[in-house]
């Protein structure tokens, strides 16, 4: 099927880079996953090349089990307002990184780069939790914490393509050192990073409250991870629900900021560290009442967890391709489509449209 018929019910591939993870997945347009692949993301000491390889691995894999026509990629840092570049990425070795055309070359199907949070965004907006609603702010607290906007029903990309990184809002002025090379940025406090940090510190510090953090990682406090902090505090250890308490009452203090600055009625919480569900969000939503500018004199937007977990990045990254092909441009763009063998002019092809 060529480029001038391609409908646009047809599959297509979406694949979410993070910081430790690389999962990937053939999607229908209602959001339905028909094949997955999952494996560790490269070392970010490591060249580009080797993550561009792992992600044309995952793809050829579910390329070799349904015939897709475009591939979405959901990249974990600031990405050009072409969608094209990563222009940084704090958890990877990506700096100006010409990643969608590189990989368009050796794929030959038309492929889109974007933020991995406003692609995990979109799928929430599309099929999630915010479906029907159109000004929602998205929080995912991971490694880090990323952030998208879509007001009007329209993703918010900034003039520059780089809008929503909340994470590296500074909260604390010379507080702690954050990956991006500031200091006191949200994600310090209120990520999936900053709960192992806490729960390390209290680990040495011989506290009795942690006797099992301590058990659990065998006295070596470099395994502990914020999801054991998770999975710890959600059987009941009363330090490791302190210490989702605390982080969420960070998390509420940054979303009435997000609140006065843009106004949503619903902000959406995804992400690992969320998926503890009334632990963490409870202490954010207590925290986001009394931070909230106005309180008691303005209506007060609803915090709510992500309904699509770990697959709502690929899922909203597969979709986001599959509105970025214009009908105007598939006949021009032949063979990026699958008709033909893809030339070497694929790397000056720009899309040149309107996208949600």
């Given at each position: 099927?060529?480029?001038?018929?391609?409908?646009?019910?047809?599959?297509t591939i979406?694949?979410?880079?993070?910081?430790?993870?690389?999962?990937?997945?053939v999607?229908t347009?209602q959001?339905?996953?028909?094949a997955r692949?999952?494996?560790?993301?490269?070392?970010?000491s490591?060249?580009?090349?080797v993550?561009?390889?792992t992600?044309?691995?995952?793809?050829?894999?579910?390329?070799?089990?349904?015939?897709?026509?475009?591939?979405?990629v959901?990249?974990?840092?600031?990405?050009d307002?072409?969608?094209?570049?990563?222009?940084?990425?704090?958890h990877?070795?990506w700096?100006d990184?010409?990643l969608?055309?590189?990989?368009?070359?050796?794929?030959?199907?038309?492929?889109v780069?974007?933020?991995?949070?406003?692609?995990?965004?979109w799928?929430e907006?599309r099929?999630?939790?915010?479906?029907?609603l159109k000004?929602?702010v998205v929080?995912n607290?991971g490694?880090?914490?990323?952030?998208?906007i879509?007001?009007?029903?329209?993703?918010?990309?900034?003039r520059?393509?780089?809008?929503g990184e909340?994470?590296?809002?500074?909260v604390v002025?010379g507080?702690?050192?954050?990956?991006?090379?500031?200091?006191g940025?949200?994600?310090q406090?209120?990520?999936?990073?900053?709960?192992?940090?806490?729960a390390?510190g209290?680990?040495e510090?011989?506290s009795?409250?942690?006797?099992?953090l301590?058990q659990?990682?065998?006295?070596n406090v470099?395994l502990?991870?914020?999801t054991l902090?998770?999975?710890?505090?959600?059987k009941?250890?009363r330090?490791?629900?302190e210490?989702?308490?605390?982080?969420?009452e960070?998390l509420?203090?940054?979303?009435?900021n997000?609140?006065?600055a843009f106004d949503?009625e619903l902000?959406?919480?995804?992400?690992?560290v969320?998926e503890?569900?009334h632990l963490?969000?409870?202490s954010?939503?207590?925290?986001?009442?009394r931070h909230?500018?106005g309180?008691?004199?303005?209506?007060?937007?609803?915090v709510?967890?992500?309904a699509?977990?770990?697959e709502a990045?690929?899922?909203?990254?597969?979709?986001?391709?599959?509105?970025a092909?214009?009908?105007?441009?598939r006949?021009?763009?032949?063979s990026?489509?699958g008709?033909?063998?893809?030339?070497?002019?694929?790397?000056r092809w720009?899309?040149?449209?309107?996208?949600?």
């Amino acid at each position: 099927m060529c480029a001038g018929t391609w409908p646009k019910k047809e599959l297509t591939i979406g694949v979410d880079i993070g910081g430790t993870e690389v999962a990937a997945g053939v999607v229908t347009p209602q959001g339905r996953v028909l094949a997955r692949v999952r494996t560790e993301t490269p070392d970010r000491s490591r060249s580009p090349a080797v993550v561009e390889d792992t992600i044309v691995a995952v793809v050829e894999e579910l390329r070799a089990q349904y015939p897709v026509r475009a591939v979405g990629v959901g990249a974990a840092g600031f990405v050009d307002e072409w969608r094209a570049s990563v222009l940084f990425a704090p958890h990877l070795s990506w700096r100006d990184e010409p990643l969608r055309d590189a990989l368009s070359v050796r794929l030959g199907v038309p492929v889109v780069v974007e933020n991995d949070a406003n692609a995990s965004a979109w799928a929430e907006v599309r099929v999630g939790a915010a479906r029907g609603l159109k000004h929602v702010v998205v929080v995912n607290l991971g490694t880090g914490i990323g952030g998208a906007i879509v007001l009007d029903g329209r993703l918010r990309r900034g003039r520059f393509g780089v809008a929503g990184e909340f994470g590296h809002m500074t909260v604390v002025p010379g507080g702690h050192r954050c990956e991006c090379g500031n200091r006191g940025c949200w994600e310090q406090y209120a990520s999936g990073n900053a709960l192992a940090r806490e729960a390390r510190g209290l680990v040495e510090t011989g506290s009795p409250m942690a006797k099992a953090l301590h058990q659990a990682v065998g006295g070596n406090v470099g395994l502990i991870t914020g999801t054991l902090v998770s999975e710890l505090a959600s059987k009941g250890d009363r330090a490791c629900v302190e210490l989702m308490e605390d982080a969420g009452e960070w998390l509420g203090k940054g979303l009435a900021n997000l609140a006065a600055a843009f106004d949503p009625e619903l902000f959406v919480i995804g992400g690992g560290v969320s998926e503890s569900g009334h632990l963490f969000l409870d202490s954010a939503r207590r925290a986001f009442a009394r931070h909230l500018t106005g309180r008691g004199h303005r209506p007060e937007a609803r915090v709510v967890a992500a309904a699509l977990g770990n697959e709502a990045g690929l899922v909203g990254a597969a979709d986001l391709v599959r509105d970025a092909l214009p009908p105007g441009r598939r006949r021009r763009s032949r063979s990026l489509l699958g008709c033909s063998r893809p030339s070497r002019r694929v790397k000056r092809w720009v899309w040149l449209t309107k996208s949600p």
